[in-house]
């Protein structure tokens, strides 16, 4: 149980100590920003540092103010740049040359005159082939309207005599400005029959032409069960809250018991193949030429190393498995306990598509500036747009700008999300339960936060990550596999400032910079690099990382599934998607409505784990912050700690020689008792302060 602060106690008049009321706890709270603002006038006159820097105030309470707001600048040149390529496109543009068709002569369905003074019609015809079964794909003409019946017919080329004649007409469907033959109702009953007994993908589309025929199937399907497919979204989200609650309740076990599984597997593989080799006569039949027996030995030899290497290893990284378990169950607790931070992905797609669509559909209006060029094939004619090589740069700079706004909207949701949390675990507890926790109006606060003060640094860091995307997927393969450190460098002279190590340029395209931004309100440069200092041993966040990653795509994998599920026993189930008669919901194609649904699912399982990654690692980040700020709350009240320290040692609060900040927090330094005379408020959930204060007792025996 959670240990109320000592400045958050009353007596009871025999020396010993009793909880204080929910009111008398929130009256006394200013005590403490008093107390820490007592320390930092003193601490002024030692600190070569900025106070804000040296010791912070009460966590979550600094006051904001505009950061990076040149960038800002730099977002608006960039979109006006494309005045001149929009306006050309509104002029000359024409979007129809996508989708008007050609016929066998070369003329634009629509466009061209297939007569003198008469314009081809709108629609691409296949006709069918002269006393063959199926249509003529490679000769294709221009019609008014698409063939709804049998009764009439069309003048169309014949490839053998090379000449036209007139060939009766087959029943048709609109689609895509092409007339799409039309299966006759019995193939169909005979299509989905066989589809269901033997499981045959083969299409009888009466003629039509294989691929669109498909296609339109798999939309007209699609449409019939638009309405399941909205409740997969619901159906997937409710499972995501359900994997929350499985990971809350059983989240000890699952680590445990997978680490055991980790080590167990390849150990008994092994020792299976060992076991082997003493029953085939040992080593003596392995040196004698047994090529069964050698392989059975060496396999054995690696399982048992495998698995003696995974024990030693996770034997080392014991302790930031408890602390990642922590982070993951203090993550559970803020999503149940604020569940409307799941809205926020949502808002961030709508934003993306409200964005990214008119600057694409801008750039298809440009690129129909071209000049369209027919190719002829053995498959038909075929259309190719020729460009100039400043057209290309121009699309090429519209993808690119597309790429920016997808990635600014992305990093817009990761502050707002770590602005939530921060907000979530710098509310103190009082007793068993956080008091004041921030309602839904926190995510109109956040959005507020970002544009008045930090948009110029969100559009900084976004840029960034769009310019290096590719660099910063081998960064963040660097940093899982722990190979980058902060070097440590002694000799910092204020003039010069900090260094920046290859590993400080990583860690600007991650979004550590933003989760100090929320509580600092510093640059973007600034934010990163303190955070990367804060968190300077990397080995709990490594081991975080790790194990969100695996929860992660448990997550993705289950609300995968489920959506899937959902939506192959609705299909298979209700008789009326079933039912070949019926041509209102009748299913052609439901492995498409299957396979959509599998997608929706999918995008709500990354949202979900989204929040979930970014959330749990801001509260490690807080916790990291909130030990920092407490030691050097002390350190500034103390009159014999040192003033000399480097920059890097006053961000860690810890000597050169020390094992770094989580070092410490974990247990590998000294204890060091509560100072009474700066007693801690309680901000950090009750499991995690748990297993912290159970790994700092472990180490102290």
Same mark, same amino acid.
């Given at each position: 149980?959670?240990?109320? %602060?000592?400045?958050?106690?009353?007596?009871?008049?025999?020396?010993?100590?009793?909880?204080?009321?929910?009111?008398?706890?929130?009256?006394?709270?200013?005590?403490?920003?008093?107390?820490?603002?007592?320390?930092?006038?003193?601490?002024?006159?030692?600190?070569?540092?900025?106070?804000?820097?040296?010791?912070?105030?009460?966590?979550?309470?600094?006051?904001?103010? @505009?950061?990076?707001?040149?960038?800002?600048?730099?977002?608006?040149?960039?979109?006006?740049?494309?005045?001149?390529?929009?306006? +050309?496109? $509104?002029?000359?543009?024409?979007?129809?040359?996508?989708?008007?068709?050609?016929?066998?002569?070369?003329?634009?369905?629509?466009?061209?005159?297939?007569?003198?003074?008469?314009?081809?019609?709108?629609?691409?015809?296949?006709?069918?082939?002269?006393?063959? !079964?199926?249509?003529?794909?490679?000769?294709?003409? @221009?019609?008014?309207?698409?063939?709804?019946?049998?009764?009439?017919?069309?003048?169309?080329?014949?490839?053998?005599?090379?000449?036209?004649?007139?060939?009766?007409?087959?029943?048709?469907?609109?689609?895509?400005?092409?007339?799409?033959?039309?299966?006759?109702?019995?193939?169909?009953?005979?299509?989905? +029959?066989?589809?269901?007994?033997?499981?045959?993908?083969?299409?009888?589309?009466?003629?039509?032409?294989?691929?669109?025929?498909?296609?339109?199937?798999?939309?007209?399907?699609?449409?019939?069960?638009?309405?399941?497919?909205?409740?997969?979204?619901?159906?997937?989200?409710?499972?995501?809250?359900?994997? $929350?609650?499985?990971?809350?309740?059983?989240?000890?076990?699952?680590?445990?018991? *997978?680490?055991?599984?980790?080590?167990?597997?390849? *150990?008994?593989?092994?020792?299976?193949?060992?076991?082997?080799?003493?029953?085939?006569?040992?080593?003596?039949?392995?040196?004698?030429?047994?090529? #069964?027996? #050698?392989?059975?030995?060496?396999? /054995?030899? =690696?399982?048992? *190393?495998?698995?003696?290497?995974?024990?030693?290893?996770?034997?080392?990284?014991?302790?930031?498995?408890?602390?990642?378990?922590?982070?993951?169950?203090?993550?559970?607790? @803020?999503?149940?306990?604020?569940?409307?931070?799941?809205?926020?992905?949502?808002?961030?797609?709508?934003?993306?598509?409200?964005?990214?669509?008119?600057?694409?559909?801008?750039?298809?209006?440009?690129?129909?500036?071209?000049?369209?060029?027919?190719?002829?094939?053995?498959? /038909?004619?075929?259309?190719?747009?020729?460009?100039?090589?400043?057209?290309?740069?121009?699309?090429?700079?519209?993808?690119?700008?597309?790429?920016?706004?997808?990635?600014?909207?992305?990093?817009?949701?990761?502050?707002?999300? =770590?602005?939530?949390?921060?907000?979530?675990?710098?509310?103190?507890?009082?007793?068993?339960?956080?008091?004041?926790?921030?309602?839904?109006?926190?995510?109109?606060?956040?959005? @507020? !936060?970002?544009?008045?003060?930090?948009?110029?640094?969100?559009?900084?860091?976004?840029?960034?990550?769009?310019?290096?995307?590719? %660099?910063?997927?081998? =960064?963040?393969?660097?940093?899982?596999?722990?190979?980058?450190?902060?070097?440590?460098?002694?000799?910092?002279?204020?003039?010069?400032?900090?260094?920046?190590?290859?590993?400080?340029?990583?860690?600007?395209?991650?979004?550590?910079?933003?989760?100090?931004?929320?509580?600092?309100?510093?640059?973007?440069?600034?934010?990163?690099?303190?955070?990367?200092?804060?968190?300077?041993?990397?080995?709990?966040?490594?081991?975080?990382?790790?194990?969100?990653?695996?929860?992660?795509?448990?997550?993705?994998?289950?609300?995968?599934?489920?959506?899937?599920?959902?939506?192959?026993?609705?299909?298979?189930?209700? %008789?009326?998607?079933?039912?070949?008669?019926?041509?209102?919901?009748?299913?052609?194609?439901?492995?498409?409505?299957?396979?959509?649904?599998?997608?929706?699912?999918?995008?709500?399982?990354?949202?979900?784990?989204?929040?979930?990654?970014?959330?749990?690692?801001?509260?490690?980040?807080?916790?990291?912050?909130?030990?920092?700020?407490?030691?050097?709350?002390?350190?500034?009240? !103390?009159?014999?700690?040192?003033?000399?320290?480097?920059?890097?040692?006053?961000?860690?609060?810890?000597? *050169?020689?020390?094992?770094?900040?989580?070092?410490?927090?974990?247990?590998?330094? +000294?204890?060091?008792?509560?100072?009474?005379?700066? %007693?801690?408020?309680?901000?950090?959930?009750?499991?995690?302060?748990?297993?912290?204060?159970?790994?700092?007792?472990?180490?102290?025996?």
């Amino acid at each position: 149980m959670a240990v109320v %602060p000592k400045g958050l106690r009353t007596s009871n008049g025999d020396g010993a100590s009793m909880r204080i009321s929910r009111e008398d706890a929130m009256a006394k709270v200013p005590l403490m920003e008093s107390d820490v603002e007592t320390a930092a006038e003193a601490s002024v006159e030692t600190s070569h540092e900025p106070v804000g820097r040296s010791v912070a105030p009460l966590p979550g309470q600094w006051h904001h103010h @505009c950061t990076d707001p040149c960038w800002i600048l730099l977002l608006i040149a960039a979109v006006g740049v494309l005045y001149f390529p929009i306006q +050309e496109a $509104m002029q000359t543009g024409d979007m129809s040359k996508y989708m008007r068709g050609f016929d066998y002569m070369g003329r634009m369905c629509g466009r061209d005159e297939c007569a003198p003074g008469q314009i081809c019609g709108r629609f691409i015809y296949f006709c069918s082939k002269v006393e063959e !079964n199926g249509i003529d794909t490679l000769h294709p003409i @221009c019609v008014d309207s698409c063939p709804t019946n049998n009764l009439t017919s069309h003048v169309c080329f014949d490839s053998d005599t090379q000449s036209t004649l007139l060939v009766p007409d087959w029943p048709t469907e609109e689609f895509n400005m092409k007339c799409l033959q039309r299966s006759h109702r019995l193939r169909a009953e005979e299509e989905h +029959e066989r589809k269901r007994l033997a499981g045959d993908v083969t299409r009888f589309k009466g003629g039509a032409g294989h691929t669109p025929g498909i296609l339109l199937d798999c939309i007209a399907s699609i449409a019939r069960a638009r309405l399941h497919l909205v409740v997969v979204i619901f159906v997937s989200t409710a499972a995501g809250f359900m994997y $929350m609650l499985f990971l809350w309740s059983c989240l000890k076990f699952l680590i445990y018991g *997978s680490l055991v599984l980790v080590i167990l597997i390849p *150990s008994s593989f092994g020792l299976w193949h060992l076991f082997i080799v003493y029953r085939g006569g040992g080593v003596t039949a392995a040196l004698s030429g047994n090529l #069964q027996i #050698q392989q059975s030995l060496w396999m /054995g030899l =690696a399982g048992v *190393s495998i698995g003696l290497f995974l024990w030693c290893t996770l034997k080392q990284i014991f302790n930031r498995i408890q602390t990642a378990e922590g982070c993951i169950m203090a993550t559970t607790e @803020c999503l149940f306990e604020l569940p409307f931070v799941l809205l926020e992905p949502a808002f961030s797609l709508l934003a993306k598509v409200m964005i990214a669509l008119p600057l694409f559909i801008l750039m298809l209006e440009y690129a129909s500036t071209g000049e369209m060029q027919l190719i002829a094939t053995e498959r /038909g004619i075929h259309r190719h747009l020729q460009l100039r090589k400043e057209q290309w740069g121009i699309i090429f700079y519209f993808a690119f700008l597309i790429a920016w706004t997808l990635e600014l909207v992305h990093n817009m949701t990761q502050y707002i999300l =770590a602005f939530i949390a921060q907000r979530w675990y710098f509310t103190p507890y009082v007793g068993e339960q956080k008091v004041d926790v921030p309602g839904i109006c926190v995510i109109f606060e956040s959005t @507020c !936060n970002l544009f008045r003060y930090h948009f110029g640094s969100v559009v900084f860091g976004s840029l960034l990550k769009t310019l290096f995307r590719i %660099p910063k997927m081998f =960064a963040y393969s660097i940093f899982l596999l722990g190979c980058c450190k902060y070097s440590k460098h002694k000799e910092v002279k204020e003039s010069s400032g900090t260094k920046f190590t290859a590993s400080l340029m990583f860690a600007l395209l991650r979004k550590e910079g933003y989760m100090d931004m929320a509580i600092t309100s510093s640059d973007y440069c600034e934010a990163t690099e303190h955070a990367t200092f804060t968190l300077d041993d990397s080995s709990t966040e490594l081991v975080l990382t790790w194990t969100q990653i695996i929860f992660e795509l448990g997550g993705w994998v289950l609300m995968t599934g489920v959506g899937a599920l959902y939506m192959a026993v609705t299909v298979h189930s209700n %008789p009326r998607f079933t039912d070949a008669t019926d041509d209102e919901m009748f299913l052609k194609e439901p492995d498409a409505v299957v396979a959509l649904a599998a997608v929706l699912g999918l995008a709500v399982g990354v949202s979900f784990m989204n929040v979930f990654d970014v959330i749990g690692d801001t509260i490690l980040y807080c916790l990291a912050l909130e030990e920092q700020r407490f030691t050097q709350l002390r350190n500034a009240s !103390n009159p014999h700690h040192k003033d000399d320290a480097t920059l890097i040692e006053r961000c860690t609060c810890r000597d *050169s020689s020390s094992g770094g900040f989580l070092g410490w927090m974990m247990g590998y330094d +000294e204890y060091e008792q509560e100072d009474d005379d700066h %007693p801690r408020v309680q901000y950090a959930p009750h499991s995690l302060k748990e297993l912290v204060d159970a790994r700092n007792a472990k180490y102290q025996k």
